[in-house]
């Protein structure tokens, strides 16, 4: 992942000081390798959430089918999950094999290392864009985007994803840099990027339409820089057909790790459109009201990213649109016409617009076209990563811009991005391992998103009720050994608790017989249930789950 000379050669000027370069792209590798240690040192915090067990079997099969030499065809009829593609699960379930861990920290720490890669893609594309101040500001202000880092560690399908799509819209940003004549190099890397993304959720296809546009734009550069259309047309032909390759190596990359996808080649589109129009029967909060999975309101996306990305990104984007505007007006008042020529300068508009189309383009489609959706922005994570790596731009030309009046007001910005850096450390501090259920001041916080919007819907919480349970029941007995079997309901998903439990504690779905129940409070579960509460996992004051004694009313009805 070391910066290319493509990287280097190209930033803009006056953009990222840089004489600071080389300082930013070592911050960078710094904070990377201090969240690599952090995965390392966490991923046993995380719990077993919702979807892990059933993709856990889906990657099994998967491995089954290759082991079997294509005999054992069972991972393309289980449940809905062939629609996916297998790439995080089948390597968990190789991974599995041979890891010291357990089967499910396994699959955590492998998500953690995934949300890491998917952090090296965003400092590589915005430094691409705006230089190394920019490549880093786009690291920092994912990695401080509790959505994200939260949903690495135990979300099998949607983090993962939003790491190999990162990439990929990289991948397609040097393509366009290259324009006409992309190098070798950079189709195969392309084609191994959009193929990863591929081999995990169909949405990668919407690198391609963003391609379409790309290379409609650099057509359209040409016509105005004076080129006649048979020279412009010889231009799209030759992209084109460099392309070809690249294409190939995604659609292989993705045969892979999605068999289904290959057996038919319209498969792809019928799993997209599958998702698309998913009549799943799931309620969602949206502003303190359930509503159906299906029919939920144009503004369900919008508000839900207003309220879980942190104030800085938002601020970022605000002044990346500011910035953006102000060219514009600039160029069509006083400078040449947009995209007047094919240089590096005028390809690196198009880029900007790529990746702004790639962080809008499925929030503008979601609001018109309202497909099924739950659990806040959780299928949409994929646009997080190019919004951050926009906000960044914001703030960094913003950034520039103070500092060409005062270099002063350079070291006032970065206090003040220190300052609210360390500030939002400290807040997933206070999280951690709940992070993903950050909301930021817009809702104050989590304590006044409870009621409205969905908090620990993945059921994370769930393993730290059960570690001080068994800490209850230790102190409970004192210095005496533990000999009975205490017997532990779940309200939530059963693994998320039962896989947990010590020796002396047993999960059972009777509820008669239960000594304990072990709950989330999401769709508030524990208030179906009698008992006293003895234990409440906390963050920011908002009950994530909750412990209930049941022993008492076992004691009263004999």
């Known amino acids: 992942m070391k910066p290319t000379a493509n990287d280097a050669g190209r930033v803009p000027v006056g953009v990222g000081?840089?004489?600071?370069?080389?300082?930013?792209?070592?911050?960078?590798?710094?904070?990377?390798?201090?969240?690599?240690?952090?995965?390392?040192?966490?991923?046993?915090?995380y719990g077993i959430t919702t979807d892990e067990e059933v993709q856990n079997v889906y990657g099994i099969k998967l491995l089954s089918f290759y082991t079997s030499l294509f005999r054992d065809t069972s991972a393309f009829h289980y449940l809905d999950l062939y629609r996916y593609g297998g790439l995080f699960d089948l390597v968990a379930a190789i991974v599995n094999l041979v890891s010291p861990f357990g089967e499910y920290e396994t699959r955590h720490i492998l998500g953690g290392l995934s949300g890491v890669i998917g952090l090296a893609g965003a400092w590589r594309l915005g430094r691409h864009l705006g230089g190394p101040?920019?490549?880093?500001?786009?690291?920092?202000?994912?990695?401080?985007?509790?959505?994200?880092?939260?949903?690495?560690?135990?979300?099998?399908?949607?983090?993962?994803?939003?790491a190999a799509m990162v990439w990929a819209i990289y991948g397609m940003c040097r393509v366009v840099s290259e324009f006409p004549v992309p190098s070798v190099r950079t189709v195969v890397l392309f084609g191994l990027w959009l193929g990863c993304a591929l081999g995990i959720r169909v949405a990668a296809l919407l690198i391609g339409p963003y391609l379409a546009v790309g290379l409609m734009l650099f057509l359209l550069a040409g016509w105005r820089a004076g080129r006649n259309a048979a020279t412009a047309g010889r231009h799209v032909a030759t992209a084109v057909r460099r392309l070809l390759p690249g294409f190939a190596i995604a659609y292989g990359v993705m045969g892979l790790f999605w068999p289904w996808a290959v057996m038919n080649p319209i498969n792809p589109i019928r799993a997209l459109i599958g998702f698309s129009t998913y009549p799943i029967n799931l309620d969602t909060l949206v502003g303190g009201l359930w509503?159906?999975?299906?029919?939920?309101?144009?503004?369900?996306?919008?508000?839900?990213?207003?309220?879980?990305?942190?104030?800085?990104?938002?601020?970022?984007?605000?002044?990346?649109?500011?910035?953006?505007?102000?060219?514009?007006?600039?160029?069509l008042r006083h400078g040449p016409r947009f995209l007047a020529g094919t240089d590096v300068a005028e390809l690196r508009h198009v880029e900007f617009m790529l990746v702004a189309l790639a962080a809008f383009f499925p929030v503008a489609f979601f609001v018109v076209f309202r497909p099924t959706a739950y659990n806040g922005i959780r299928h949409f994570l994929f646009v997080v990563p190019p919004m951050a790596v926009l906000a960044a731009l914001g703030i960094d030309r913003l950034w520039s811009f103070l500092e060409s009046f005062d270099a002063r007001l350079g070291r006032v910005c970065t206090a003040v991005l220190t300052a609210v850096f360390v500030v939002q450390m400290w807040i997933m501090g206070q999280l951690h391992p709940d992070e993903y259920v950050y909301y930021n001041l817009?809702?104050?916080?989590?304590k006044g998103a409870a009621g409205a919007y969905e908090l620990d819907y993945w059921g994370n919480s769930l393993l730290e009720a059960t570690k001080d349970l068994a800490d209850y029941i230790a102190m409970e007995s004192g210095d005496k050994p533990i000999t009975r079997i205490y017997k532990v309901a779940v309200c939530g998903h059963r693994l998320a608790v039962a896989y947990y439990l010590p020796e002396y504690m047993v999960y059972t779905r009777n509820?008669?017989?239960?000594?304990?129940v072990v709950s989330f409070t999401q769709t508030n579960c524990e208030r179906r249930y009698q008992g006293r509460q003895i234990?409440?996992?906390?963050?920011?004051?908002?009950a994530l789950s909750v412990v209930k004694d049941r022993r008492y009313l076992k004691d009263r009805s004999k």
Do not use: C
């Not at 300082?23 to 991923?43: E, M, Q």
């Not at 234990?535 to 908002?542: C, K, L, Q």
């Open 535 to 542: 234990i409440s996992v906390n963050r920011f004051g908002v």
């Open 511 to 516: 509820l008669d017989e239960a000594d304990f």
């Open 291 to 331: 509503v159906k999975a299906y029919a939920l309101p144009r503004d369900y996306l919008p508000d839900y990213l207003l309220v879980n990305l942190p104030e800085v990104v938002l601020f970022g984007l605000v002044a990346a649109i500011v910035a953006g505007t102000a060219w514009a007006i600039g160029r």
């Open 442 to 446: 817009l809702t104050g916080g989590v």
């Open 17 to 45: 000081q840089p004489r600071w370069g080389g300082v930013f792209d070592d911050l960078a590798w710094i904070a990377l390798l201090a969240v690599g240690v952090l995965v390392v040192l966490t991923f046993q915090d």
């Open 133 to 162: 101040r920019a490549g880093f500001l786009s690291l920092m202000l994912l990695v401080l985007t509790p959505a994200y880092y939260g949903h690495s560690f135990n979300n099998p399908k949607d983090a993962p994803f939003a």
